[in-house]
């Protein structure tokens, strides 16, 4: 697989996302080891989507494929939010404790934190 400026760039949004996620479980220590273990798989849940968006959108692209990729984009997201919902589902159903809180805020700083710091230190305006 070659790798293209866009491929490169979700790469390094990738990145981001695996060391904002490192950190934020770790933080979720204060709050109690549960906390901890509930902040890592909601940063899992968020990260494991992504990259499957990125292998369903940039797995096999060729720039004389234009025309379909926005249908790879609008599939892949699809895709994403089918997963979160399926991967959150069996997380309140067969985990016997979870701090929801440090799950969803993990989630949540993994999703659109990441991407944002991503975002601002490439120089992205």
Partial sequence: MRHTPDRKKVLRLLRYQVFMLLPVSLGALVFGELAAWSALIGGMVALAANVLFAVVVFGNYQAAQAGSLVVRFY???????????????ALFIWMKQLNVAALFVAFFVVQVVSPLLAHLSAGDT
Wanted: aromatic share 6%.
């Fill in 75 to 89: 599939a892949a997201e699809v895709l994403k939010l089918v997963v979160v919902g399926l991967a959150f589902a």
